[in-house]
């Protein structure tokens, strides 16, 4: 399994960004996928979740109505866009695919990620 993350980079506080995760090496379209984010210094947390057909979509409380998670099964792709930004989305964001049946916020949930990318949003 192949994960790119990228659409990462500085942004003012109240601004907006759109990450990509491509996809390769796996059955896209039979995969539920997670993003995930790790600020410097603090634990992984749990940021959204889409399932195979984008029916089931779940967001952590801190970027509920502020984040979409969606997905492009033809070209192998989830999305994050990501508005309102603040100073504490800050973070490396990673996604990957749901591959063990824990929680769909567990992290354990997920064992393939990308490089990630990073987020900084200033105040």
């Known amino acids: 399994v192949q994960l790119q993350a990228s659409g990462g ?3 003012e506080a109240g601004g907006s960004l759109r990450l990509s995760c491509k996809a390769s090496g796996i059955n896209f379209w039979n995969c ?5 984010r790790q600020a410097p210094g603090r ?3 749990f940021v959204a979740y889409i399932n195979w057909n984008g029916d089931n979509r779940y ?5 509920k109505g502020r ?3 969606s997905r492009d099964n033809l070209k192998n792709m989830v999305y994050l866009q990501m ?3 603040k100073p504490e989305d800050t973070a490396v ?7 063990i049946n ?3 916020n567990d992290r354990r949930s997920y064992t393939s990620w990308g490089q990630g990318t990073l987020v900084t949003v200033s105040s």
């Open 43 to 45: 634990e992984s947390e």
């Open 59 to 63: 967001y952590s409380e801190s970027v």
């Open 67 to 69: 984040f979409t998670i």
């Open 83 to 85: 508005n309102n930004l």
């Open 9 to 11: 980079g500085l942004v």
């Open 102 to 104: 824990y929680d769909y």
């Open 32 to 36: 539920a996928f997670a993003w995930f």
């Open 93 to 99: 964001y990673y996604c990957g695919p749901r591959d």
